[in-house]
């Protein structure tokens, strides 16, 4: 053969060798599918895989067991709306001015402000979005919590106008574990049965009723979110008699019967999520695309229930026999927090021939990086970053095992806390140390040396040690850097303490 021929056909091997790398999946029916699980209130410790002696989560387990588990993963900030619009933009919600739970026009007890945490922004570009335009076929079933549609104007926040072609569930942030009301079809209708099992039982019709790959579907649970009972017969089973073992029984003034009373109760919940979760995945068995489907499994965030002396998430509530009284900027009981356990959440990722079976990544990841590692999986190139600017980045070479010696393992996170207190907190965190300061009471600042105080029981903020006192003028410049990097809206909030921009 003539050498130059040999020289083009070898050029143009390796351009294909490129193009194949880049953009592995030319067929758009050899894509994946994917099924991205998002459960609600799940604690990093609340399923059975983490070493919790309480827990009863099988499904979960051995979804653990057959995929890639992520032993440091974070939400940017520990309440539903902030974090799932993390989850959905790869942004920091403090950029869509949602800074709390976004607030139904009918709560009862709050003021709902359409100005302020209304809905995520018709203008974002969500990871759906990205996948429908790249022919996936979009379905989200379950928990929206980003936008109220009640009213005309709010339309424009219902999950159909940010990227899924099929919704049912709800918007708000809660419903009755029993008898919901759902919109289904596009109308509002209360169902009758136990909530949990409802949403499964659509998500597995949205499974079976594919007919064209791919697809990804947001199963986004109810569960463990309170109230937590009624639950199933068979989901209480394990509890029944079970005096649970509590995670800081020695906290001082702790209720211990309420706290173990609740966290019976909270478990109760997440077994019967847990159950469901396993009859979606056994679906996609029934189907024949299990192989074909990655599944990524984590919570929206964190939860407490004992642990500092408070249950709850990132609005804690002090779980102690006397609860602390009202104060100008804090209801009575509520204690606003960064705790880890609060931040911290469940990760796993099943990639049939990819991730491997049973392998723990200690690398920290956080909700930002979703996004990234979506489009990667999919094969979809992700957007301009003049249309989206996103914060995280892909975890694929981290599932892949792949060596990544570079890798930042600092954290940073925010609440602005507006309902039922006012506690503008920022925190950076190293896997050392971690800095957390509230903007409107430096009083309430905290800083824990983690790697010897995980727990986060003492405090040091006032430790005069020159060396504590550099690391908190180190994290403290790096809480500003990242606020002025994110155009964080609380640079400008005339009722933030001064002193900390000096």
């Not at 079933?141 to 940010?162: M, T």
């Not at 949403?199 to 079976?208: G, N, P, R």
């Not at 019967?272 to 984590?298: C, P, Q, S, W, Y």
Request: net charge negative.
């Amino acid at each position: 053969m003539n050498s130059k021929i040999i020289k083009f056909v070898g050029a143009a091997f390796y351009l294909l060798m490129i193009v194949q790398e880049v953009y592995p999946f030319q067929n758009k029916d050899e894509r994946p599918n994917i099924l991205f699980i998002l459960t609600d209130d799940q604690a990093p410790w609340a399923f059975g895989a983490s070493g919790d002696p309480n827990a009863y989560t099988p499904n979960i387990d051995k979804l653990a067991a057959k995929g890639v588990t992520f032993q440091n993963a974070f939400t940017t900030t520990p309440v539903c709306s902030p974090s799932r619009t993390s989850i959905m933009t790869g942004r920091y919600a403090s950029e869509y001015n949602i800074l709390d739970f976004i607030v139904s026009p009918n709560h009862s007890k709050l003021k709902y402000d359409p100005n302020v945490n209304a809905g995520l922004d018709p203008g974002s570009i969500t990871f759906a979005e990205m996948l429908q335009n790249a022919g996936y076929h979009t379905g989200l079933v379950g928990k929206w919590h980003l936008g109220d549609w009640a009213s005309e104007e709010g339309r424009k926040y219902h999950p159909k106008n940010h990227g899924f072609d099929f919704f049912m569930g709800l918007a708000g942030g809660g419903a009755s574990p029993v008898n919901p009301e759902l919109e289904i079809e596009g109308n509002l209708q209360t169902v009758q049965g136990l909530t949990t099992d409802i949403l499964a039982d659509h998500a597995i019709s949205f499974i079976k009723n594919q007919t064209e790959a791919p697809f990804l579907l947001c199963f986004n649970t109810r569960a463990p979110h309170s109230q937590w009972l009624p639950v199933a017969e068979e989901d209480w089973a394990p509890f029944e008699g079970m005096d649970p073992i509590l995670p800081n029984p020695n906290y001082p003034d702790l209720d211990i019967e309420k706290a173990k009373k609740q966290m019976k109760e909270y478990l109760a919940s997440t077994a019967g999520m847990d159950r469901n979760v396993g009859r979606v995945l056994g679906a996609l068995e029934e189907k024949g695309v299990m192989d074909n489907t990655i599944v990524i499994f984590m919570s929206d965030h964190g939860y407490n229930m004992g642990h500092n002396g408070i249950k709850h998430k990132g609005n804690g509530k002090w779980i102690t026999k006397t609860i602390p009284k009202e104060t100008e900027n804090i209801n009575a009981g509520y204690r606003p927090n960064l705790f880890d356990n609060s931040l911290k959440i469940p990760a796993i990722v099943y990639w049939k021939g990819v991730a491997q079976a049973g392998r723990k990544v200690d690398q920290t990841v956080s909700v930002l990086d979703i996004y990234p590692t979506l489009l990667e999986m999919a094969g979809v190139e992700l957007p301009s970053s003049s249309k989206q600017i996103l914060r995280g980045r892909s975890l694929v070479p981290l599932i892949k095992g792949e060596e990544v010696s570079d890798w930042d393992n600092d954290f940073y996170a925010e609440y602005s806390m507006v309902n039922y207190a006012t506690s503008f907190l920022r925190s950076y965190r190293t896997p050392d140390w971690k800095l957390v300061r509230d903007f409107m009471d430096p009083s309430r600042d905290e800083l824990y040396h983690i790697a010897f105080d995980p727990e986060e029981n003492i405090n040091l903020i006032h430790d005069n040690r020159g060396e504590v006192r550099e690391i908190v003028a180190d994290l403290h410049q790096k809480i500003l850097d990242k606020m002025k990097e994110i155009n964080d809206p609380l640079l400008e909030e005339v009722s933030v303490n001064k002193e900390y921009f000096r």
